[in-house]
């Protein structure tokens, strides 16, 4: 079976919009799936955007991604980078695709000199914490995520508090 990692192009924005809303259905939040197929080519793949994409072919199928962008440690002095999303179709498990799109980003970072690669997981997504755990990854437990999100946002930003 053929496959490669490569860096994501303007074509695959519909198949990464597609596998965006699987991994959505996995996490059981479909319903916050609100860019289209339009939004994710035209912010992805924008000229100046931040985000950049890696993108999983079996035989010359997309069946995973990964978007992530560079992130910034000031205890490190170092830039980072944060994986958004990483996300290989249930068809495609198993085949290396996952730990070859992680190992991709993990050498982009040493080459940069980043001194981390990090991302988010689910606490209840046992075959993923199992799965980065296997690779050395360790959880970080003692830190808390926050969100300002929708009306929340909005109002913050508005107001004089």
């Known amino acids: 079976m053929t496959t490669q990692i490569r860096p994501a192009r303007r074509t695959d924005a519909a198949r990464i919009h597609a596998l965006i809303v699987e991994l959505a259905d996995y996490e059981k939040a479909i319903h916050e799936v609100l860019a289209s197929p339009a939004q994710i080519e035209a912010t992805l793949f924008a000229a100046d955007t931040p985000t950049r994409a890696l993108v999983a072919e079996q035989e010359g199928v997309v069946v995973g991604y990964a978007v992530y962008f560079y992130s910034y ?55 993923a914490i199992d799965f980065y755990e296997s690779l050395g990854a360790q959880a970080q437990s003692e830190w808390v995520r926050y969100r300002l999100d929708g009306a929340a946002l909005r109002d913050f930003a508005e107001s004089g508090r």
């Open 73 to 127: 440690s000031t205890w490190l002095g170092r830039n980072g980078i944060y994986l958004e999303d990483l996300y290989v179709s249930p068809s495609a498990r198993g085949t290396g695709l996952g730990k070859g799109l992680l190992r991709e980003l993990a050498r982009e970072a040493v080459a940069n000199d980043c001194g981390r690669l990090e991302w988010s997981v689910l606490d209840w997504n046992t075959p």
